[in-house]
């Protein structure tokens, strides 16, 4: 590894995402709490007054789908919560079946949308492009990606791009299992050993909160999600959208024991305890040993980091467990870059560590959570005077840390 190279940790959240399409933050809530909000997103993609008697149907089905985890939208609904996380967090011990529900409505709600009709406007296009090397198709290994976002665009997209590349390289590595879920962060397939895991020389992505779904699922992989036309996708959707097993998504608070930054036991572990088919006992200590993997390779990869970028990272509470057990051990001298286009509104203040500010929230967050680490402004930052540079570097916008920020 070229030691010039600065071991660069990039957190994604929600924002990240915005530009390809998905839906966030209240936009994501109402169609997961509102039926009424779900067809008006079918409306756009399949109209219910459609000549086509085909387009009707699947209208219809979609909507009698949604129906079925009424209950479980009631409980959302009505409960006044602002996002799948709260309602989770209180739900886990007492419903955990109506989480599961609620992870597979969000599961239903982004699969309706494909980014790849609009790839052009993606910043992840971009993005990926400055994953690779000046070889043009060796993966930079000083990166390690770690997002809490479950839809699996980047995914596809990284695992695209490295296949494509490499059949135009003159010395083609081979896209084995192996590579597969390293570059799709074992949400490949759904029998994935935890080597993948395990090596951590080079590049690195890590989905710690999980996927709506796995690579090569035959109802629901990246095929369904983003090659098919809309009323195949739509069709293959409906097919399986009851008798699907729960989606491969989990929080912090359902892998960690509430009272220390141990995981829980496996016998503790969600997916392995709410099981309803003979095969998901094991399919549930198949993800525990996954999850723990996961989150033990990407704490190893922080804490060794240079420079850790939060890239649009809402920043709640319900990350800092997560952010505690991947941040702790590291105690060096750290660039910190914060890119959010909410920077913009503190672009005024002298220090832009307002404590409502994204920045002045990951300082406060780095203080709580990572008391042995130094942390400076970006190496990048060469634009900036001497009296503007801060401990932490703002960026306001994906696009601009991409051009600015990535090596």
């Known amino acids: 590894m070229n030691k010039q190279l600065t071991d660069h940790v990039i957190f994604l959240g929600a924002g990240a995402s915005f530009t390809s399409g998905y839906p966030i933050g209240q936009e994501l809530r109402l169609r997961i709490t509102s039926k009424k909000h779900i067809a008006e997103e079918l409306r756009k993609i399949v109209s219910p007054e459609s000549v086509d008697p085909k387009g009707r149907e699947l209208f219809r089905q979609c909507l009698d789908n949604v129906e079925y985890f009424a209950d479980s939208i009631e409980l959302f609904r009505h409960g006044g919560f602002g996002t799948v996380d709260e309602f989770s967090r209180l739900a886990s011990t007492k419903y955990p079946k109506r989480v599961q529900d609620v992870k597979a409505l969000m599961r239903f709600v982004l699969s309706l949308h494909n980014p790849e009709n609009n790839f052009h406007e993606s910043d992840y296009y971009p993005f990926v492009q400055k994953l690779f090397d000046n070889t043009l198709y060796g993966l930079k290994p000083n990166l390690t990606v770690i997002t809490f976002n479950y839809d699996c665009y980047l995914d596809f997209l990284i695992q695209k791009a490295f296949r494509y590349r490499q059949k135009l390289s003159p010395n083609p590595d081979r896209l084995d299992k192996l590579y597969r879920s390293i570059l799709t962060s074992g949400f490949y397939q759904r029998d994935n050993v935890t080597e993948w895991a395990e090596q951590n020389a080079n590049f690195n992505f890590y989905k710690l909160h999980g996927s709506i779904t796995y690579g090569n699922d035959e109802h629901w992989g990246y095929k369904t999600l983003f090659e098919h036309d809309t009323y195949t996708r739509l069709d293959w959707l409906n097919r399986r959208f009851i008798h699907q097993d729960p989606p491969p998504i989990v929080f912090p608070w359902e892998l960690f024991d509430s ?64 952010f ?73 916008s994906f696009k601009e840390f991409i051009e600015r920020e990535m090596e």
């Open 324 to 396: 505690r057990y991947l941040l702790k051990n590291n105690r060096n001298d750290v660039q910190i870059v914060v890119a959010n286009p909410d920077n913009q509104h503190f672009k005024d203040d002298t220090t832009l560590l307002n404590p409502d500010s994204p920045c002045g929230k990951v300082a406060a967050l780095l203080k709580n959570v990572a008391p042995d680490m130094k942390w400076r402004y970006s190496g990048m930052s060469n634009s900036l005077t001497m009296t503007e540079k801060i401990s932490i570097t703002p960026r306001y």
């Open 259 to 322: 009272r220390s930054e141990r995981f829980v036991s496996e016998d503790e572990f969600i997916l392995a305890k709410e099981c309803e088919t003979r095969d998901q006992p094991e399919q549930g200590q198949r993800l525990f040993k996954h999850f723990v993997s996961m989150w033990q390779a990407a704490e190893q990869k922080v804490a060794d980091a240079k420079k850790i970028s939060f890239v649009g990272l809402s920043m709640h509470e319900f990350l800092d467990k997560g």
